[in-house]
C-alpha cells in the first residue's frame, strides 16, 4: 500500500470514528433529562386491544417524538385507589391487570417523554375476561382429613392470591372462629387446617375467600359442615424387621446396616437430630445389600405384629452431615429419601398393592434454620390423598423408596433414612 493510500485509509476511519461518537452522544442524549422541556408529546394511537383475565392488552402507535420514553396505562378502581402500569418506547404493546369483574373499565393511555410530561389521555372502554382470583374461587374444593381438612384449588394464570379460609367449630373451651391465611400462584395447589383433633362431634363450619394482589376479594363462599375422620397413631413395640435380603412376597428386605446405620434405628421412636447416629445406612447397596445390585429401588418392609387398616405415614429425614453442609446438614438434599411408594400386603391376593407415590416436597423457607423446623416435624403423606380414607386390613406394610431429590426427584443416591411413623385403626375382625 502506497504512503498516499494509507493516508486515505487513516482519513477515512477517523471520520468513521466520528460519525460514531455523534451518533452515540445523540443516543445517549436521548434519556438526559431536560428540565426545560415543558411540552407534553403527542397522545398514544390505539391499534387495537385483546381482553384479559382480568385485563387487557393494549396494541398502539407511538406519537412522532423524539424525547419519548414510555407509554403509561392506568386506571382507578371503585374504592379510588389507581394503579398505573409502563412499558418501554421500544415495545408496541402494554399489559393492564387487576380488573374486579367482567364490566366495562375506562383505561386510560399516556405517552411519557424523558422529562416526564404526559399526553392527553387516550381513554379506551375495554371488556376484560374473568379475573384470576374469581377462576380460583370457582375451582375451591374442601375435604375432610385425620383430625384437620384440607383445601384445594386450581390457579392455571399462576397469578398471586390469598385464600381466606374461615371455620367455626367447639372444642372444650366453646365455640370458637378462627380465620386461616394461605398465599399462593402455584398452578394448582393444597393446603390443610391441621390441629383439630379436639374439636367437638368432629364437625367445623368452613367458608372461603379468595383476593388478589390488587385489592379485588370475593364475599364469603360457603363449603358447609366438613366432618373431621380420626385415627390413631400405630405403636412400634411390636413392630418387627425382616433380614437384610429376605425377600416378602419376592421382594427383598433393604440392607441398611452400614457405617453407623441401623435398620432398627428407623422404627424406635428416635429422630436423628444431627447429634447422634440414630439413622438407617445403605451404603450405596440398599437394594439386597450386594454392591451388584446397587441401591435404589430399594423396600423397607414393616410386620405391623397384628392387623391395622393404615391412613397415614410419617417420614423423618436424616439431618447428619458434613460441616460444609451447614446447619441444614442432609434435610432436603442427597441421600435422604425424596420420593416413595407405598404398598399394604393383600393376604386375600396374596400379594403387595400399590396405596400411592409420594413425592416430599421441598419447602420455599428464607432460612437454614427454617429447614431444620421443617425437617425434624417430617412429612406426613396420606395412603389415599385426595379422598382421605383407610387401607384394607393388612399386617404388612412396605416403604420402597424409589429417589433422592435431586435431579428433580431422579437421582439414585438415598442411603439414608431417620424414621417411620403410621397412623390408622386396629382391624376390627
Not at 398502539?60 to 423524539?66: A, H, K, N, R, S
Not at 368452613?206 to 394482589?213: A, F, H, L, N, S
Not at 435398620?263 to 424406635?268: E, G, Q
Not at 447416629?277 to 410386620?303: A, C, E, Q, S, Y
Request: proline share 5%; with cysteine; net charge negative.
Amino acid at each position: 500500500m502506497s504512503h498516499r493510500q494509507i493516508k486515505n485509509f487513516l482519513s477515512a476511519c477517523i471520520c468513521i470514528a466520528l460519525l460514531a461518537f455523534v451518533f452515540s452522544c445523540k443516543e445517549k442524549d436521548r434519556y438526559n433529562i431536560n428540565i426545560d422541556d415543558s411540552t407534553p408529546p403527542g397522545p398514544v394511537v390505539l391499534k387495537y386491544y385483546k381482553s384479559l383475565y382480568g385485563g387487557a392488552r393494549f396494541f398502539y402507535g407511538l406519537p412522532d417524538d423524539e424525547d419519548l420514553l414510555a407509554v403509561e396505562a392506568e386506571y382507578t378502581n371503585s374504592k379510588g385507589k389507581t394503579f398505573k402500569f409502563n412499558a418501554s418506547y421500544f415495545v408496541d404493546s402494554l399489559d393492564v391487570y387487576g380488573l374486579p369483574d367482567t364490566d366495562m373499565h375506562a383505561i386510560r393511555l399516556y405517552a411519557v417523554d424523558r422529562a416526564g410530561n404526559r399526553s392527553t389521555p387516550l381513554t379506551v372502554n375495554i371488556e376484560p375476561l374473568e379475573p384470576a382470583y374469581q377462576r380460583v374461587a370457582r375451582s375451591l374444593e374442601v375435604r375432610p382429613g385425620f383430625g384437620s381438612f384440607f383445601v384445594d384449588w386450581g390457579n392455571e394464570l399462576k397469578q398471586d392470591i390469598n385464600v381466606y379460609v374461615d371455620f367455626e367449630f367447639s372444642d372444650k373451651s366453646g365455640p370458637r372462629k378462627v380465620t386461616t391465611i394461605f398465599s399462593s400462584k402455584a398452578e394448582a395447589d393444597r393446603r390443610f387446617v391441621y390441629d383439630l383433633d379436639e374439636v367437638e362431634s368432629d364437625k367445623v363450619n368452613v367458608k372461603v375467600r379468595v383476593e388478589d394482589r390488587y385489592g379485588n376479594i370475593t364475599g364469603s363462599i360457603e363449603k358447609g359442615e366438613v366432618t373431621l375422620l380420626k385415627d390413631q397413631l400405630i405403636p412400634k413395640k411390636i413392630w418387627k424387621l425382616p433380614n437384610p435380603n429376605d425377600s416378602i412376597g419376592g421382594v427383598p428386605m433393604v440392607f441398611g446396616n452400614d457405617n453407623e446405620g441401623r435398620t432398627r434405628y428407623v422404627i424406635d421412636d428416635i429422630i436423628n437430630t444431627g447429634e447422634d447416629f440414630n439413622f438407617m445406612h445403605t451404603g450405596k447397596r440398599g437394594r439386597t445389600g450386594n454392591l451388584v445390585d446397587k441401591n435404589m429401588p430399594w423396600n423397607l418392609m414393616i410386620d405391623l405384629g397384628d392387623y391395622y387398616e393404615l391412613s397415614r405415614v410419617v417420614t423423618h429425614q436424616r439431618r447428619y452431615g458434613t460441616a460444609s453442609l451447614g446447619i441444614q446438614g442432609q434435610y432436603y438434599r442427597a441421600e435422604n429419601v425424596g420420593a416413595y411408594n407405598m404398598y399394604y400386603w393383600d393376604e386375600d391376593t396374596k400379594d403387595w398393592v400399590l396405596i400411592a407415590y409420594h413425592q416430599i416436597p421441598i419447602p420455599l423457607l428464607p432460612s437454614e434454620l427454617d429447614f431444620v423446623k421443617a425437617g425434624q416435624a417430617g412429612d406426613m403423606a396420606y395412603m389415599y390423598p385426595d379422598f382421605p380414607t383407610f387401607t384394607k386390613k393388612t399386617r404388612w406394610f412396605r416403604y420402597e423408596a424409589v429417589s433422592d431429590f435431586l435431579s428433580n426427584y431422579t437421582g439414585v443416591g438415598a442411603n439414608c433414612l431417620s424414621e417411620i411413623t403410621l397412623y390408622g385403626r386396629k382391624a376390627s375382625n
